[in-house]
């Protein structure tokens, strides 16, 4: 390992510090680092040229990572600084040796599936993201009920009439979408979670999709003229009626070092209250 980029989430108190202390420890190492300052608005940057990105924030700042890493193949190291941890599993009192193991290729990883959304307006793509969490498809904040007409795998799948939809990962089943009723899935399968937002019809339930097929959504003509999506909750972008969104799974995925099921699923006991009651 030659070079790591440590991203600084700076909105925490203690990612400064402990980004000079793991900043000392690398460079005792041989290994040249460079400091990232991210306020949580970052755009998309180059990561080229990294063997190794550690992440000194929460959930956020591991999916600003992981967006700019898994083009080039560069797993994440996640110190977790946030409330919840359920991707930034590294703990900041064992940064040092577990990143000690690291260097030593004696840590476990994961592989997590990202979407890939495009927007298509009359066949020209106008944008497109990568997402390790969700996207979202909305109108104008407040009460605004929007159409939209729904296809998986050029199969039509509902017409929906609501609130907006949120298209999850099963690493983002967690977080929006199990907030607005979706089912959480284990980290490791290979499926979209569709979530309909406040349905205008009862019978719109969130269903589980797999990622080999193509999520296709039209905008269709509603009350408000105001839609947009926004993907890992990134700066909105704003579309237009007839305005076709295609959401496919990414063809890499991101290695997220210190991840495993165990950990995934004592989150959920303990961040979440899953178990329903007192663990032994």
């Known amino acids: 390992m030659k070079k790591v ?33 991210f306020d949580g608005f970052a755009g998309e940057v180059s990561f080229s040229g990294y063997d190794l990105v550690i992440t000194l924030g929460g959930d956020g700042t591991v999916l600003f990572a992981a967006r700019n890493a898994v083009p080039e193949e560069i797993p994440v190291f996640p110190v977790n600084l946030g409330q919840f941890g359920f991707i930034a599993s590294v703990q900041p009192e064992a940064w040092q040796p577990t990143l000690e193991a690291c260097l030593k290729n004696q840590v476990v990883s994961e592989e997590r ?47 929906l009439k609501s609130d907006g939809v949120i298209i999850a990962t099963p690493t983002g089943s967690t ?44 905008v269709g003509k509603s009350r408000t003229k105001y839609y ?14 007839d305005d076709r969104i295609e959401v496919t799974q990414f063809d890499k995925k991101v290695k997220l070092l210190c991840a495993t099921e165990e950990q995934f699923y004592s989150a959920l006991r303990s961040k979440l209250n899953w178990s329903g009651g007192p663990y032994a």
């Open 175 to 218: 977080a929006y979408s199990a907030a607005a009723g979706g089912p959480i899935l284990s980290p490791t399968l290979n499926a979209f979670v569709f979530t309909p937002l406040n349905a205008f019809s009862l019978s719109s339930r969130p269903i589980v999709l797999g990622m080999e097929g193509k999520i296709e959504i039209t």
């Open 5 to 37: 980029l440590v991203i600084v989430n700076i909105s925490k108190d203690e990612s400064l510090s402990l980004a000079e202390k793991i900043d000392r420890f690398l460079k005792n190492q041989g290994i040249e680092t460079v400091l990232y300052d």
């Open 113 to 159: 599936s990202l979407l890939l959304l495009k927007v298509f307006r009359k066949s020209e793509c106008v944008y497109s993201s990568l997402g390790l969490n969700d996207a979202v498809i909305f109108g104008r904040p407040g009460a605004s009920t929007i159409s939209l007409d729904v296809q998986y795998d050029k199969l039509p799948l509902c017409k």
């Open 228 to 241: 947009f999506v926004s993907v890992d909750g990134q700066e909105a972008f704003s579309l237009n009626v």
